[in-house]
């Protein structure tokens, strides 16, 4: 059996790429009014489905602000869908971020970028590059929306790296009433930290202000070691290179590290590779999982045969990726100190059990930061995501893992699986009140909050 490390890795953490459904009407359509009309609406994996009143994509803050004076309630924002938890159904009106999309303005001096709150992190390197500027760190999926992305404190990988929310330096939302609003760090600086990781909830974010730094290429290494030989050295790893990460494969002891590191080298592009390797390890998962011994064998051997790889292009075609293998995912992120000894305590239970899962697990480490409703306020941070293939029931994995992680001080991602309740946040983030209060001042009839909402802040 030959695998190729594109086929066992770099596809195989993950997956997928466009929102599923029907395209949205533009926002002079007449919304559809009885259930037979409504068009389904569901997010990348399948897990999450809603019939919405209507589904609207306004193009100016104006639009916004009519739509929200005029929609059936509660009205949710949705971008590629890449969220597991219910963040976006609602009976209401659904409301597309992709027609306030794009640069829109840059700033030389201040190396900062204004840009359409609907833009694709995919789509801003191009466009960002020709004005002389570029994303300081990136997530690992290039659909997601920058303003879903920092909704939910998506993040990238690299000890001095905050995630995306980190790098805003201004906002503007339409609010409930209908306002626009602009706020930074002297302009409503409350509303500012508040909305800099919002879930939505705030209002309909149109545009956002980004610190950027100059282009600049990377050198993309990775490398295949034994699971107890990344667990002594992982450290050491994200503090000698830009960013570092690594995977663990289920039932093989081996794992694989992948570094970024800025370089003047030429540029030598990956080339383009097939992308099964994930379905090769649910096949060997099918075929074996009944003898874990001889599917760990054959996943070692095919792995330590893999040779080191090197590529080097432009930032932005190195970070993000299409993900082309559906999954739901449950990531917790950790205070440092303690997230090897819970990947460790996660290996020993899904394997001493011989728990069924075959997709990688990613581990990630992340710069602390001050923003309220940031995972990582206050605590350097490593993230531990453990994913399930959408066609399985992800319940019974994910709530054998999840008491470990929590045990260990994990916050969930606030886009990804997790049966934490309001008194739980409370407990996790010291401005949980803080938030509170500026969410009920902006919001105070709930026009954005769905039940998912209400729930997660305790108002259900």
Known sequence: MSLSRR??????????????????????????????????????????SCL????????TAAEVAEIIATSTKPIRPVGTGHSFTALVPTDGTIMSLDRLSGVLETNDETMEATVGAGSKLGDLGAPLEEKGQALINMPDINRQTLAGSISTSTHGTGENFGSLSSYVTGLELVSAAGETIWCDKDQQPDLFQAARVSLGSLGIITKIRLQNRTPHRINKRTWVVPFDEMMEQADTFAAENRNFEFYYIPFSSMCMGISHNETDEPLAPSSAEDDDGVMTLKALADYLGWAPSLREYF???ALEDLPEET??????????????????????????????????????????????????????????????????????????????????????????????????????????LHTLKAPDFATLYPNWNDFLTVRQAMDPDGVFLNDHLREVFGLA
């Not at 919405?52 to 193009?59: I, K, T, V």
């Open 7 to 48: 086929e066992m890795m770099m596809q195989g953490a993950a997956v997928a790429a466009l929102a599923t459904g029907k395209p949205f009407s533009a926002f002079a359509e007449t919304p559809a009014k009885t259930q037979e009309q409504r068009i389904k609406w569901q997010n990348w994996s399948g897990g999450q």
């Open 52 to 59: 919405p009143e209507a589904r609207l994509a306004p193009a």
């Open 299 to 301: 996943i070692r051997s």
């Open 311 to 416: 590529f080097v292009d432009t930032s932005w075609k190195v970070y993000p990726s299409d993900r082309n293998v559906r999954f739901n995912e449950m990531e917790y992120h950790l205070p440092r100190e303690n997230a090897l000894a819970a990947l460790k305590e996660i290996r020993t239970l899904v394997e001493g059990e011989n728990i069924d899962l075959f997709f990688p697990w990613e581990f990630r480490y992340v710069k602390s930061d001050d923003i309220w409703l940031s995972p990582f306020q206050g605590r350097e941070s490593c993230s531990i995501a453990i994913h399930r293939y959408y066609e399985e029931d992800y319940k019974p994995l994910f709530s054998a893992v999840e008491p470990i992680l929590q045990k260990h001080g994990g916050r969930p991602h606030w886009g990804k």
